[in-house]
């Protein structure tokens, strides 16, 4: 369960970026978060991941209030929740399987366990077969199937992903929401900002719309218009 | 799981190395320079002290006996040498033992042996030697023998006042400390800027890695680690070449030193600066490594708070 409880997030005086919004979503959820560009999607999912502090209010995770969250602890954070992003952050030198193993290995986790669930992970987003390739070999949509492959390897209780098909065509981007689905139905929180009204209303799950900070509109089952 | 980490992290130190190698290559050489300079001022400084003692206790004062005083006038000026609160010892030489040391010392010499045999009787007068408890107070000591008193016993006092030499020696020592700290100082300095340098260096090369373990939940210690491991391994690797020159090298000198410094003055075994580094070897080696460890420490943690943080 995620919780924002009042939260307010100020960048400069002129403006805030988040406007007392509070909001619950239960574990197993795949909530949609919509809104023009500056609505304040990527800042709320800034908050979750703790790469940003929230002005006001406070912001609860699986019962742990991370408003105040110890610059030294926010890894132990970072190891529950998987980010994926519109530029995929993959490293150029290294191949997807190395892409992956990196985040389990700089997270310590054992070489054996490295090498037995990169495979895996890599199944998972159908990439088995091309393990050995680098990025600029990749695709965009294969691309951010690495990039999602690597924010699996903690087993993460929740998956925040901040316009994961910006970059990509329609064909891709349906690929990647297909992934997202499939992962959320393996039992990970998904939270989706995005402006692509199609694929939010092809998933007919919750939309949560942001304007100018502010959630206009919850749905359970939602649509969105530009 | 530690293990793990720690060779990882001691590989991406490696890595770091290597990816700027030409930057850690004048770190090292920079802090090479950085250490002999402190193993010099640090061996001056024993070495200097060791050529004081040496003429400080070389300073003697001895007095020689007329030939005609008897054993009684002569113990009896013993023995108010002694009782003197300046005096830490007295030791007389009979004109026997005298003749007896000088025939010894001559051994080699086979003229000498003849020309005491043509002379017929002992030439050598009876002497004291007189140590005293401190330096300063040899010309009172001297002065008093030369007094009246004894003009009947006494032929002759003779010291060599090396206070003099001492006092230089000290202040050269000084200078040499003083000239060596600022050195010190100036190359630590250097050292500090270039190791900051090359871990910024490498943090900038690294920050697509270090950005995302930041986002993948990487420990503090799994991010920073490495860099002050990098600057660790650039200490030791100068611990290392420094000790490969400076233990050869006082090998070298170390005879030359003895022979020009401390000839004549040391009574049994000489000083060795060699024989004494290799004993001393725990004390050289942890200097170093403090001093090149405490450097390398803080510049890496400097540049990573400025660099890292974000
Ligand atoms: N680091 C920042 N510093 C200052 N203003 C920011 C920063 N990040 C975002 N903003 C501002 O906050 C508002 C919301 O931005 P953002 O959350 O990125 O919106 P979205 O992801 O919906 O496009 C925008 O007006 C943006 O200019
Ligand atoms: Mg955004």
Redesign the interface.
């Known amino acids: 369960m995620i919780t924002f409880n009042k939260i307010s997030k100020v960048y400069s005086k002129e403006s805030a970026a988040l406007h007392d919004v509070s909001l619950k979503i239960p574990t197993g959820d795949f909530v949609s978060i919509v809104g023009q560009s500056g609505a304040g999607k990527s800042t709320m999912l800034k908050l979750i ?1 703790a790469q940003e502090r929230p002005s006001e209010g406070m912001i609860v995770i699986d019962g742990w209030d991370i408003t105040k969250i110890r ?2 602890q ?6 529950q ?1 998987g ?1 994926v992003f519109q530029d995929f ?1 993959l ?2 030198k290294r191949t997807a399987f190395e892409n992956i193993a ?2 389990m ?4 986790a ?2 054996r366990e490295v090498r037995a669930t990169v495979p895996h992970i890599l199944k998972l987003v159908n990439l088995a077969e091309r393990a050995n390739a680098y990025p600029d070999e990749l695709s965009g949509g294969e691309k951010q199937r690495i990039a999602i492959a ?2 699996l ?2 087993k993460p209780q929740i998956l925040i992903a901040d316009e994961p098909t910006g970059n990509l065509d329609a064909l891709h981007s349906w690929d990647i929401v297909q992934l997202l689905i499939k992962i959320n139905k393996l039992g990970t929180t998904v939270l989706l900002a995005t402006h692509n009204d199609e694929i939010v209303n092809a998933l007919k799950k919750r939309v949560v719309t942001l304007n100018d900070g502010k959630v206009v509109s919850d749905k359970k089952s939602g649509t969105y218009k530009l | 799981m530690i293990g793990v980490s720690f060779f990882r992290i001691l590989r991406a130190a490696g890595n770091n190395f290597l990816r700027n190698v030409w930057l850690s290559i004048a770190t090292t050489v920079i802090m090479t320079i950085t250490l002999l300079i402190v193993m010099f001022l640090f061996f001056a400084n024993v070495f200097g002290l060791e050529v004081i003692n040496n003429i400080q206790q070389k300073i003697d004062l001895s007095a020689t006996f007329m030939t005609e005083a008897s054993e009684e006038q002569m113990s009896k000026v013993v023995r108010n040498m002694e009782q003197r609160p300046d005096v830490r010892a007295v030791q007389f030489v009979s004109s026997d033992e005298a003749l007896k040391i000088f025939r010894e010392r001559n051994i080699d010499k086979p003229y000498i042996e003849e020309s005491l045999a043509e002379l017929g009787k002992n030439p050598l007068p009876a002497s004291m030697f007189i140590v005293a408890t401190a330096p300063e107070y040899y010309e009172d000591i001297a002065r008093y023998l030369g007094d009246d008193q004894f003009g009947e016993v006494i032929e002759e006092v003779s010291y060599e006042d090396s206070r003099d030499m001492i006092q230089r020696l000290i202040s050269i020592i000084s200078t040499i400390k003083n000239a060596g700290f600022i050195i010190t100082i100036v190359f630590a300095g250097l050292v500090i800027l270039i190791m900051f340098n090359t871990v910024r260096l490498a943090i900038y090369s690294f920050r697509e890695e270090i950005d995302i373990m930041h986002l993948v939940g990487a420990s503090r210690w799994f991010i920073r680690g490495p860099f002050v491991i990098e600057s660790m391994l650039v200490a030791i690797l100068s611990v290392i070449i420094t000790t490969g020159i400076i233990y050869p090298l006082l090998n070298g000198i170390a005879p030359e030193l003895q022979r020009y410094f401390l000839e004549g003055y040391a009574q049994q075994e000489g000083f060795n600066i060699y024989a004494y580094a290799v004993q001393e070897w725990p004390t050289v080696l942890g200097l170093q490594l403090a001093v090149a460890l405490g450097l390398a420490i803080i510049s890496s943690l400097i540049a990573i708070q400025r660099y890292l943080n974000s």
């Open positions: 991941s610059r030294w926010i890894p132990h954070l970072r190891r929740i980010v952050k490293l150029p990196f985040a290995e700089v997270g310590g054992p070489t690597r924010a390897a903690y």
